[in-house]
């Protein structure tokens, strides 16, 4: 059995149009709160937080609404179009109230701005889970690790492309200086890559046909089915796996914690204890991201050779350790070194080995039916760390000290571990390969 990579590639591509989205709605969205309409740190903060907030519910709603969705496109098909479909149109809206206001202030259009940007979020949140989970509903369960890597590469290359071409839009000579800003372009770009994207997705990818054959597939396979029907066609999951999903979630939650810590303060933690600018910051951050591309597709062969957990387990000991060394590092040197960017390269490669494989640990605790739903629990998870966590870290830093940053994130890693050695399930069968096929795999 082995990953159809073609069809895989553009299964991302929905995963790749989100990611250039998000990529834009970082780096754009708070210049014009600050820079255009002049709102303070907290307002704009609020504002940037409000759609992990919404994620919380919206991602778990609408991947249970997709698995109950039947048309003649599929489940998850019609949550991708119209999501982005409405995507496309409110996001263009922004810049114009954006110019608008810039020409003649007023608070009405504050207003139809900040309601515009909530009803993109809510856009953008109908179709996450639908999206992601479109890839385990057409993989084979043991599969789904080599799958979710490829997933994460068009992730990334989505946010690459939307840095190339901000670069080219808006280098700093064209822009320095002025006093105003006009993005409209970028939205118009940015929307244009989206559709491209999907369309491709629509065209090339036929939902059900692939869903019906990996289902078939799937029944010749019982053993791949942790969870029980309760004779009404309802999923039910036994005891034990239900506790290892309980500490799978926990886990997710914990190592989101301690990564998402240094994510949101690295910056601002650099500049307090080496006296870096954003320069330095933002290339360790560069240099942890090419780490991780470089290491999804390795990771995901690997997990198919000594499972997910391991995988995963071994992540978590190099991250614990990585963040460690960054706080001894950044207690002796001076300035950021060479040194300290292998560190964050080996950061990457260990946030890769466990962000690959925990969505699929999630889904394959379940039916088929109901990935939408565990794509779902993941995200919940995971989002809810995002929350807390920048509160938390900042109020510690604050009151304790800056140093205390990557110790946090140590022992919110630390802890992670600990709950994933209670994790029985969600891993493939790793079968040593005989005869020929072991030799068509060393060809591979």
């Known amino acids: 059995m082995k990953l159809n990579y073609l069809r895989t590639f553009t299964v991302g591509l929905a995963f790749l149009s989100i990611s250039a989205f998000w990529q834009m709605y970082d780096n754009v969205i708070p210049l014009i709160l600050t820079n255009t309409f002049h709102l303070n740190e907290t307002y704009s903060g609020a504002i940037m937080a409000a759609d992990n907030v919404l994620a919380l519910f919206l991602l778990p709603l609408f991947g249970s609404l997709s698995d109950k969705v039947e048309t003649k496109i599929g489940k998850r098909m019609p949550f991708i179009l119209f999501g982005t479909g409405m995507a496309i149109i409110l996001m263009n809206i922004l810049p114009i109230l954006d110019n608008s206001y810039y020409k003649e202030p007023n608070s009405f259009k504050v207003v139809s701005f900040v309601i515009v940007l909530g009803l993109l979020l809510i856009a953008m949140g109908t179709y996450r889970s639908p999206a992601v989970a479109m890839m385990p509903d057409v993989t084979p369960k043991p599969l789904r690790s080599k799958a979710n890597a490829v997933i994460n590469l068009m992730g990334a290359i989505g946010g690459i492309i939307y840095l190339a071409v901000a670069a ?18 970028l939205f118009i770009t940015v929307s244009a890559i989206m559709f491209v994207a999907v369309g491709l997705l629509f065209l090339f990818v036929k939902e059900p046909k692939l869903v019906a054959e990996n289902k078939a597939l799937e029944e010749q396979h019982p053993e791949w089915n942790l969870a029980e029907d309760d004779g009404s066609g309802n999923e039910k999951l036994p005891a034990d796996v239900k506790r290892s999903l309980g500490f799978l979630l926990a886990s997710i939650a914990l190592w989101f914690t301690g990564y998402n810590a240094v994510t949101t303060w690295f910056t601002t933690y650099v500049s307090v204890i080496m006296g870096e ?12 991201t090419a780490g991780a591309i470089l290491s999804y597709i390795p990771i995901g062969n690997l997990a198919s050779k000594i499972g997910r957990r391991k995988t995963i387990m071994g992540g978590i000991i ?5 963040f460690f060394m960054d706080f001894i590092m950044t207690m002796i040197f001076k300035s950021i070194n060479p040194i300290m960017f292998v560190n964050f390269a080996l950061l990457g490669l ?6 690959v494989n925990s969505l699929p640990m999630v889904v394959e605790m379940c039916k088929g039916s109901d990935v939408g739903k565990f794509t779902g629990y993941y995200y919940t998870a995971s989002m809810a760390a995002q929350i807390v966590t920048p509160i938390l870290a900042g109020t510690l830093m604050r009151l304790i000290s800056y140093k205390i940053l990557f110790i946090y994130a140590t022992f919110f890693t630390i802890l992670s571990f600990v709950t994933m050695t209670q994790v029985r399930h969600g891993d493939q069968k790793v079968e040593a390969k005989k005869g020929l096929e072991a030799f068509e795999d060393m060809a591979d």
């Not at 080219?168 to 800003?181: Q, T, W």
């Not at 260990?350 to 962000?355: F, G, K, Q, T």
């Open 350 to 355: 260990a946030w890769a080995a466990i962000n």
């Open 168 to 185: 080219f839009m808006y280098p700093n000579s064209k822009i320095a200086g002025l006093e105003h800003v006009d993005y409209q372009i």
């Open 277 to 288: 600018g954003l320069g330095g910051a933002s290339t360790c951050m560069l240099v942890a």
């Open 318 to 322: 190099l991250l614990a350790s990585m």
